[in-house]
């Protein structure tokens, strides 16, 4: 069964930056595609980003507006999200999750097409 574990988070201040990272145990990242989410104090889970499996196809929730950037170093079965020009909105919990059964040109940011989970990794943007 995968594994997923996420790294990265902290607090910043506004206009900061962050890396998040997620790496794939018991699988390899080529197979599935990657979801980036993050869930806020009070709000219901949303999709940030997400890339194929191939690698070159990547989905961007409308709120990222160009300051995150989703990518993948297989060697490391690392997927990375790039945070920058973060704003107090961007405080979450973030999760990156897996897709099984998809092909290599998949991308979603519906939380219902993942299956598998990470434990999530805390970000807060604040003064």
């Known amino acids: 069964q995968l594994q997923l574990v996420e790294s990265g988070g902290g607090l910043v201040q506004p206009g900061g930056s962050l890396r998040l990272s997620c790496v794939v145990f018991r699988g390899r990242l080529e197979n599935f595609p990657i979801g980036w989410f993050r869930q806020a104090p009070g709000k219901e889970r949303e999709g940030v980003a997400c890339?194929?499996?191939?690698?070159?196809?990547?989905r961007y929730a409308d709120f990222v507006e160009g300051r995150f950037t989703i990518f993948t170093d297989n060697v490391k079965n690392t997927v990375y999200l790039e945070m920058n020009n973060l704003n107090p909105e961007d405080t979450a919990v973030y999760y990156c999750?897996?897709?099984?059964?998809?092909?290599?040109?998949?991308?979603?940011?519906?939380?219902?097409?993942?299956?598998?989970w990470g434990q999530g990794t805390r970000v807060t943007v604040s003064s």
């Open positions: 999750a897996a897709a099984t059964g998809r092909d290599k040109y998949f991308t979603s940011l519906r939380g219902t097409a993942f299956t598998s």
């Open positions: 890339i194929s499996p191939s690698g070159d196809l990547t």
